[in-house]
């Protein structure tokens, strides 16, 4: 166990629909990343939060968003849902987030199906 | 911009065997930091093991070291005494930037037989 959540593991939905992907990161973590993997893309960074704040910003569409709040859970809010989107969504969270040493621990993944 | 390229699909080995995976990696950064992450049929992310760039002594974590050649940007990962339990995918991944973010390699695919 890794000790950073996501909920929920699985979620199916149509096109056109919106979804939100929770992430609760490692106690005492201060930076969130959210990466995608799909078969056709492999394992891609999408953004990065650090207390809060925007950091940078990947291959990210403009129909996906996100956002850490002062708790420091972060939300990935995906919208006008395609079939492209299906992907399994990865949080993880790291100390500090820099080019550092520290490690980022992921979670389990959110498995995102769109019919 | 930044790539890590593992160039071998899949790998096939024999239980307490050893088997070694490939990664190369592209930056025109001086400080770096490269990982290998394991992702079983769970589909957890599983930190194997790091590399600082700055170091020259190759990493090892148990069975697991790596073969990092710097000059030639080549970042190998060694299994020793393969168990079933290695079988998984596993990625290559570079940090090189100062936000932290991990570029990844497609992945090989390790198969352990019995």
């Known amino acids: 166990d890794s000790g950073v959540t996501q909920t929920p593991k699985h979620l199916i939905t149509a096109t056109g629909q919106r979804v939100t992907l929770r992430c609760s990161p490692r106690s005492g973590d201060l930076s969130v990343y959210w990466y995608q993997q799909s078969l056709d893309q492999g394992l891609q960074f999408l953004i990065q939060y650090y207390n809060g704040e925007e950091r940078a910003k990947g291959n990210i569409l403009e129909r996906f968003s996100a956002q850490q709040f002062p708790d420091l859970h972060s939300e990935l809010n995906l919208s006008s849902l395609e079939l492209g989107d299906s992907a399994l969504y990865f949080c993880?969270?790291?100390?500090?987030?820099?080019?550092?040493?520290?490690?980022?621990?992921f979670g389990p993944g959110t498995r995102l199906t769109v019919l | 911009a930044q790539t890590v390229t593992q160039s071998q699909p899949e790998m096939s080995v024999q239980e307490a065997e050893t088997v070694t995976l490939s990664c190369t990696y592209d930056t025109s950064e001086s400080d770096y930091y490269l990982f290998w992450y394991k992702q079983p049929p769970s589909r957890q992310m599983i930190l194997v093991i790091r590399?600082?760039?700055?170091?020259?002594q190759n990493a090892t974590e148990n069975r697991f070291s790596v073969n990092f050649q710097k000059a030639a940007k080549s970042f190998s990962l060694k299994i020793s005494d393969s168990q079933l339990g290695d079988a998984a995918m596993y990625f290559c991944?570079?940090?090189?930037?100062?936000?932290?973010?991990?570029?990844f390699g497609a992945g090989t695919q390790v198969v352990v037989t019995p």
């Open positions: 991944a570079s940090k090189t930037d100062s936000w932290g973010k991990l570029q």
């Open positions: 993880a969270s790291s100390l500090e987030g820099g080019l550092g040493a520290d490690t980022q621990y």
């Open positions: 590399q600082e760039a700055y170091k020259q």
